[in-house]
């Protein structure tokens, strides 16, 4: 069952801008994670923020948890053409050997 | 490190067949995980080894099943294949006690 709920669903910029998406999810968590997937191909793990952190950079990328309204946002700024592709947050519960729930995503375009 | 890999990359098959699918972890990596990704239901986790035991399983028939070897590599098997078994299915390694997943390219199934 999908958890993680991405908002928007598709999100249009122009290069240079900052995007900004969206995910909620259901239940407790041990950890948030954010992938990118090019055109349908594997998915390429982005961050890892854990349940008791509030914030984290990695280069473009700046990732925010929210564990009393359960969402997270992904900042990515300055964004490249390269960029597009679709971002999906992914929950994990448990003791670690559940497996990942993902959300269905927000398709990224950017206009170069 | 070669990352992780998949194959074969694209199958089609025709309904009531059965397929295997494999996947070899990244060296080092004890624990893979197999997912599910179509337009209708996104990414679903199907199954989780760890030292060629199953540690957790999804929501899904008893007609998917999967192993692993002492090796790490992995194989997932779809028996009886129905039309709505066309999807990405992706594999994902981790260390042990970690908790980022590395994904391969998928393999693209596509029944008849």
């Known amino acids: 069952s999908q958890q993680g709920e991405e908002d928007p669903q598709a999100l249009s910029i122009q290069e240079g801008e900052n995007a900004t998406m969206n995910c909620s999810y259901k239940t407790s968590i041990n950890n948030l994670q954010w992938y990118r997937q090019n055109s349908g191909r594997g998915l390429v793990h982005l961050i890892l923020i854990r349940s008791n952190e509030r914030e984290k950079h990695s280069g473009r990328l700046r990732v925010t948890l929210d564990t009393s309204k359960k969402s997270s946002s992904l900042l990515i700024t300055a964004s490249r053409a390269a960029d597009t592709a679709s971002y999906f947050c992914?929950?994990?519960?448990?003791?670690?050997?559940?497996?990942?729930?993902f959300g269905k995503g927000t398709h990224l375009i950017i206009q170069p | 490190k070669a990352g992780v890999t998949q194959t074969p990359r694209y199958l089609i098959k025709t309904r009531g067949q059965q397929v295997t699918l494999s996947c070899s972890p990244i060296?080092?990596?004890?624990?893979v995980s197999w997912y599910q990704q179509t337009p209708g239901q996104g990414l679903q986790f199907l199954f989780e080894?760890?030292?060629?035991?199953?540690?957790n399983k999804g929501n899904f028939p008893g007609r998917f099943s999967g192993r692993q070897f002492s090796n790490s590599r992995s194989e997932m098997n779809v028996s009886t294949l129905e039309l709505g078994d066309s999807a990405l299915y992706l594999c994902?390694?981790?260390?042990?006690?970690?908790?980022?997943?590395?994904f391969g390219p998928g393999t693209r199934l596509l029944v008849l």
């Open positions: 994902a390694s981790r260390l042990a006690g970690g908790e980022t997943q590395y």
């Open positions: 080894y760890f030292s060629e035991t199953q540690r």
């Open positions: 992914a929950t994990q519960s448990g003791g670690g050997a559940d497996g990942l729930t």
């Open positions: 060296s080092g990596h004890r624990s």
